[in-house]
């Protein structure tokens, strides 16, 4: 439980080497968990253009294509199995295929960070991949 701030988030394939960083390898972001059984992720690629215009839903279709391929957020709740597992149940999603589908994370926690790897490859741009997260304890 608490508050985390990104240290990095890479991909893998499945040998286990570095393909690269989808969101650049400065990318900010917050993991959030709570005592009642709730998380909420957010990432974000850094320097993300402006839109145009100035009202949040005022961006041509391109801005907003682009702001999103530069974000990742979901929250909802989750549930420890094994001290090993955390699984995720976002029930809100920029990405609309995560919705109601459950997420497993492995976790390694060794304060004050905690990585989390996905279990199985995903897809990911035409390739099957891991992402590995490593998060700090946010005070």
Request: charge should be negative; avoid cysteine; glycine fraction near 12%.
């Amino acid at each position: 439980m608490g508050s985390w701030r990104l240290v990095s988030y890479e991909v893998r394939d499945g040998a286990g080497a570095l393909v690269g960083y989808p969101l650049g390898n400065d990318a900010v972001g917050y993991l959030v968990y709570t005592v009642d059984g709730f998380m909420s992720v957010q990432l974000m690629r850094l320097g993300r253009s402006r839109y145009q215009a100035g009202g949040l839903g005022d961006g041509t279709d391109a801005e907003s294509a682009e702001a999103a391929r530069g974000y990742v957020a979901y929250a909802g709740r989750y549930h420890v199995e094994r001290d090993s597992i955390v699984v995720h149940y976002p029930e809100v999603s920029l990405f609309p295929n995560w919705v109601h589908t459950p997420a497993a994370r492995e976790v390694v926690l060794v304060e004050p960070r905690l990585e989390l790897t996905n279990p199985e490859t995903l897809p990911y741009g035409g390739r099957e991949l891991t992402a590995v997260l490593l998060w700090e304890r946010f005070e």
